[in-house]
């Protein structure tokens, strides 16, 4: 063979080696499409399985809604920005006597802060506990938990049985200022738990199931509900602490801005009622119409999806 010719040979040679009946490169679609289910992994009886979850978990499905022809797929929740969609970093929450830090951040990354903290203020440190995300000093307890939403916590200071407010408010400046740290303790990961915002459908009734119990769920709801239930379409009117009750005045969606049709103004706002309900260490919410009327499952799905976005 000539000389001129090996060259064109060899590239001949491997652009036909990178060819396949299906193509030049190798798709893997189908092994997909016809991967069979494995068995989940089983952990030996000494390990403790709180420190163990799936590295990509799946929720489980929490309702028996099924999609109709017509259904129309809500809208998904914009991307958080920076500023984590204009929230506060911190914010106090209270409950009763209960006082404790809401914080726009996951659990892990909170740690690292409340390990600065502690170090910083020469506090005298007893015990260190991440998988708890307990501190003990000699001052009290500092404790990290996870928040209602993913992206948040709940952090408390205790003396006893006592609040130290003291020490919350020193966090609350403390963590304000160090809002643009991004460290996050591995040793921390296990504080954080998803999924404990859950719009569920039930035999054709609503409800938003909260992994928080009712105090915590009602100081959470009223503060989001007063921030973000505001504008024509949405309004908290009233509160009822003793029967665990919001009154808001709702426009459905397809009622806004004339309707479907664009013609003429806004419909007329519905009274609803948002009552929660205690459920062992979770919180219930379902919606239902204050003027008496029936309240369709459209509507109080529509009215729940609203507030559970504003927890998420």
């Known amino acids: ?21 299906d193509g030049y490169y190798y798709d893997r679609n189908s092994e997909y499409a016809d991967a069979s289910i494995a068995p989940p992994l089983e ?11 799936d590295s990509m978990p799946v929720p489980q499905a929490s309702s028996d809604f099924l999609a109709s022809d017509d259904f129309e797929a809500p809208r998904p929740q914009p991307l958080a920005t920076s500023e ?59 404790s990290v938990s996870q928040g209602l939403r993913a992206d948040a916590s709940e952090v408390r200071c205790q003396q006893g049985d006592d609040v130290a407010g003291s ?4 966090l609350s400046g403390y963590l304000a ?9 591995l040793a921390a990961q296990s ?32 503060y989001q509900l007063q921030k ?13 602490r003793s029967r665990g009750e919001f009154m808001v005045d709702y426009i459905p969606r397809e009622e806004r801005d004339g309707g479907w049709l664009g013609i003429g103004g806004d419909g ?25 009327e029936e309240t369709t499952p459209a509507l109080a799905r529509e009215l729940l999806d609203a507030v559970a976005s504003t927890l998420r």
């Open 191 to 222: 504080l954080s738990r998803d999924d404990r915002v859950r719009l569920e459908g039930r035999d054709g009734t609503w409800q938003v199931d909260l992994a928080l119990d009712i105090e915590r769920s009602w100081a959470e709801l009223l």
């Open 1 to 21: 063979m000539s000389q001129r010719f090996v060259p064109l040979a060899l590239l001949t040679a491997l652009a036909v080696a990178g060819c396949s009946s």
């Open 84 to 142: 984590q969609g204009g929230r506060e970093f911190v914010a106090m929450r209270q409950s009763g006597d209960a006082r404790w830090l809401a914080v726009n951040a996951a659990p892990a990354a909170v740690w690292t802060r409340l390990q600065s903290f502690v170090r910083d203020q020469g506090l005298d440190v007893q015990s260190i506990d991440a998988g708890k995300g307990e501190i003990t000093t000699a001052q009290g307890i500092i």
């Open 43 to 53: 952990l030996p009886d000494t390990i403790n399985r709180g420190d163990y979850q």
């Open 228 to 240: 973000n239930f505001n504008t024509d379409y949405q309004t908290l009117t009233d509160q009822d």
């Open 177 to 185: 200022a160090s809002s643009a740290d991004s460290g996050v303790s």
């Open 268 to 292: 007329d706002p519905v009274p609803m009622i948002l009552k929660l309900r205690a459920e062992n260490d979770h919180t219930l919410v379902t919606a239902t119409r204050a003027d008496g």
């Open 167 to 170: 020490c919350l408010n020193a």
